[in-house]
């Protein structure tokens, strides 16, 4: 009986040598703030459908009413700062100006003795200063006189192109009653709608460019310069809409209205900015946490630009660390931090 059970003895031992060993546990997680780098693409390209209108456009009118004795100019015609445009009838603002100015004559030689008088101790303080208030508001009044005679004048505020002239010679014109419009020759606006999906590349940092090719000079292209963007979409379409301008060519007959493409290249196009939180300076250089498929956390050297987008040092797509980079220690692994309900 004894001899039976020392061979089942020495079969459970090796039996136990043949087992394999537990595996090693994967050192645990810890929650990080994670940010999705994209470096955006090479290149956004593409081509809108655009309209002209005047860089600067003003409705001229008299600051005075009046009957419209003359207009100077006709629509289309070129002015320069300071031309006269059309003029009222100035007889009645003449009249008011002689007489304002009588008025004046009148109120000074009064003063001027009642001050005389006054050093003299023969008129009161009281009669002084009533001559002094007369001689003040008949000033004013004459000033205003020749004001509004000056003001039967229309005169260009700058140099431009009469580009609307709806009034007549001979009509009576209320004070503040558009008589023409004006706008200036050496800018263009060049308005355009841009979808919101589209909006994104276009803003983030985005080194655009465009150009303009009109339907009139299809050989020709212009340049634009970026003035604006609308913060809000056109309720009907959705886009947004963007206003460039453009130098106005000599000898190319350009006008408001005239419609074309723009051709809208943007380089760094949906490029992110990256976090400040999440850059950190090791010996000079300006590094990251990046965080592999895996979880875990490498150091990468990167090269940013002035806005802080990414030129060199991480891929589109890559995983950063944007919270506490101070405490983390290369080869650690990391999960993503996901705020819990109620927090």
């Known amino acids: 009986m004894r001899k039976a059970l020392i061979p089942i003895a020495v079969m459970t031992v090796l039996s136990g040598c043949g087992k394999e060993l537990p595996p090693v546990p994967e050192p645990e997680s810890r929650p990080a703030k994670l940010f999705t780098v994209s470096v955006g693409n090479?290149?956004?390209e593409r081509h809108f459908p655009?309209?002209?209108?005047?860089?600067?456009?003003?409705?001229?009118?008299?600051?005075?009413p009046g009957l419209l004795q003359?207009?100077?100019?006709?629509?289309?015609?070129?002015?320069?700062?300071g031309d006269v445009l059309a003029v009222l009838n100035p007889d009645e603002y003449s009249l008011l100006e002689k007489q304002a100015r009588a008025n004046y004559t009148l109120a000074d030689v009064q003063y001027e003795r009642s001050k005389k008088l006054r050093k003299e101790q023969v008129v009161s303080e009281q009669d002084f200063d009533a001559a002094k208030a007369n001689h003040n508001s008949a000033k004013a009044q004459w000033n205003q006189a020749k004001a509004n005679l000056r003001y039967t004048k229309l005169v260009a505020p700058y140099d431009g192109t009469i580009s609307y002239l709806p009034a007549e010679n001979h009509e009576y014109v209320a004070a503040k009653e558009g008589v023409m419009n004006i706008q200036t020759n050496q800018v263009m606006k060049v308005l355009f709608?841009?979808?919101?999906?589209?909006?994104?590349?276009?803003?983030q940092g985005a080194n655009a460019y465009a150009t303009m090719t009109?339907?009139?000079f299809p050989e020709q292209s212009f340049d634009l310069t970026f003035q604006e963007i609308d913060t809000e979409a056109d309720p009907k379409t959705g886009s947004y809409k963007v206003t460039m301008v453009m130098a106005r060519p000599e000898g190319v007959g350009i006008l408001p209205g005239m419609s074309g493409n723009v051709h809208?290249?943007?380089?760094?196009?949906?490029?992110?900015?990256?976090?400040s939180s999440a850059i950190f300076t090791e010996d000079g250089k300006t590094c990251v946490w990046r965080v592999t498929d895996q979880g875990i956390v490498e150091k990468a050297s990167v090269t940013l630009n002035e806005k802080q987008q990414i030129e060199a040092g991480l891929d589109d797509g890559d995983q950063i660390i944007v919270s506490g980079v101070n405490v983390i220690e290369p080869g650690i692994k990391v999960r993503e931090w996901v705020k819990e309900r109620g927090l």
Do not use: C, W, Y
């Not at 809208?264 to 976090?275: D, K, Q, Y």
């Open 214 to 216: 009109f339907d009139a």
């Open 50 to 64: 655009a309209t002209t209108e005047a860089g600067d456009r003003a409705v001229l009118a008299f600051r005075v």
């Open 264 to 275: 809208l290249v943007s380089e760094n196009a949906g490029a992110t900015r990256i976090p």
């Open 193 to 203: 709608q841009l979808p919101d999906h589209l909006l994104s590349k276009f803003t």
């Open 42 to 44: 090479a290149q956004f």
């Open 70 to 81: 003359s207009i100077e100019v006709n629509a289309g015609q070129m002015v320069k700062k």
